[in-house]
């Protein structure tokens, strides 16, 4: 692991015992694959630990897709996504979602259906002058809190199973909010972009007072304070990172952000998702 300087040799010959924890995504990839001969597994993360950005899944993917092509086991995209979420779900303890695996595994903007016949994919790309002015405008920092997104979803979903009435009400809210957001996107409608990206902060927050923290509250504070048209927490929220709309000040808005204690992080759009090659 280059990210965390550690590196491990292991025997299956030998019956070593496998480390706990540190490479716990890779050894049950491993297990599943089971591959004939040894191999040299190096892994680099770019994101902080605990981010909310979907690390740990997209991580899965790149494992579970290097290890296809080296088995040369042939399995469809979309049965790797099931077994790289049944592997995660394995580590974490409880239920994943489904929408973190698909921008790993397919890249791009991905528009999640899901019904009583199971989950459909729309794959939209955001080209031209709006793809380049949400890079432009929208921030991407962490807020110097880490979270575990497993914690928050767990008791929600626990609250929706027992009827609880307010839960129910926030996750309409957010579904709603994700139907308009949709066509948002698809119509390059920044002022709806950002309405509904406040819109769906403030569902979130119904759904558990652990969404957010002071530390969020303070940067989302902060940046609408210096023109930000929208904020959000990244994931379930607790910590993390979180997403800040500037209104074409970003510089000024990045400082403030970094005055009250996060951490810039510099990305782009990707539009081509899980890229295995051979040497």
């Given at each position: 692991?280059?990210?965390?300087?550690?590196?491990?040799?292991?025997s299956?010959?030998?019956?070593?015992?496998?480390?706990?924890?540190?490479?716990?995504?890779?050894?049950?990839?491993?297990?599943?694959?089971?591959?004939?001969?040894?191999?040299?597994?190096?892994?680099?993360?770019?994101?902080?630990?605990?981010?909310?950005?979907?690390?740990?899944?997209?991580?899965?993917?790149?494992?579970?897709?290097?290890?296809?092509?080296?088995?040369?086991?042939?399995?469809?995209?979309?049965?790797?996504?099931?077994?790289?979420?049944?592997?995660?779900?394995?580590?974490?303890?409880?239920?994943?979602?489904w929408?973190?695996?698909?921008?790993?595994?397919?890249?791009?903007?991905?528009?999640?259906?899901?019904?009583?016949?199971?989950?459909h994919r729309?794959?939209n790309?955001?080209?031209?002058?709006?793809?380049?002015e949400l890079?432009?405008?929208?921030?991407?920092?962490?807020?110097?809190?880490?979270?575990?997104?497993?914690?928050?979803?767990?008791?929600?979903?626990?609250k929706?199973?027992?009827?609880?009435?307010?839960?129910?009400?926030?996750?309409?809210?957010?579904?709603?909010?994700?139907?308009?957001?949709?066509?948002?996107?698809?119509?390059?409608?920044?002022?709806?972009?950002?309405?509904?990206?406040?819109?769906?902060?403030?569902?979130?927050?119904?759904?558990?007072?652990?969404?957010?923290?002071?530390?969020?509250?303070?940067?989302?504070?902060?940046?609408?304070?210096?023109?930000?048209?929208?904020?959000?927490?990244?994931?379930?929220?607790?910590?993390?990172?979180?997403?800040?709309?500037?209104?074409?000040?970003?510089?000024?808005?990045?400082?403030?952000?970094?005055?009250?204690?996060?951490?810039?992080?510099?990305?782009?759009?990707?539009?081509?998702?899980?890229?295995?090659?051979?040497?």
């Open positions: 692991s280059r990210d965390q300087d550690i590196k491990y040799q292991y299956s010959k030998n019956n070593e015992k496998m480390p706990e924890k540190t490479f716990d995504l890779l050894l049950e990839a491993i297990k599943y694959f089971k591959p004939d001969k040894g191999l040299r597994f190096t892994t680099d993360v770019a994101l902080p630990k605990g981010s909310g950005l979907a690390g740990s899944s997209a991580l899965i993917i790149a494992i579970c897709g290097a290890l296809r092509e080296y088995t040369k086991k042939k399995i469809m995209d979309e049965e790797l996504i099931e077994i790289a979420r049944s592997l995660e779900e394995k580590i974490i303890k409880t239920t994943a979602g929408q973190d695996y698909y921008p790993a595994m397919y890249g791009g903007l991905n528009i999640l259906e899901f019904n009583n016949e199971g989950r729309n794959s790309s955001i080209l031209g002058s709006f793809h380049k890079e432009n405008k929208l921030i991407l920092c962490y807020t110097g809190e880490p979270h575990f997104s497993g914690t928050n979803n767990q008791e929600i979903l626990e929706r199973k027992a009827r609880d009435k307010n839960v129910i009400a926030a996750l309409e809210a957010v579904k709603q909010t994700a139907i308009k957001m949709k066509e948002a996107v698809i119509s390059e409608d920044l002022e709806e972009f950002a309405k509904l990206l406040n819109e769906d902060w403030e569902n979130r927050k119904l759904l558990s007072p652990k969404v957010t923290t002071n530390q969020i509250e303070k940067l989302i504070g902060a940046s609408f304070e210096k023109g930000a048209k929208a904020a959000r927490v990244c994931g379930a929220g607790g910590g993390g990172c979180m997403v800040v709309l500037s209104n074409g000040n970003r510089f000024e808005i990045e400082n403030t952000l970094k005055e009250n204690g996060a951490e810039i992080l510099d990305y782009e759009f990707d539009y081509k998702g899980l890229d295995v090659r051979r040497d």
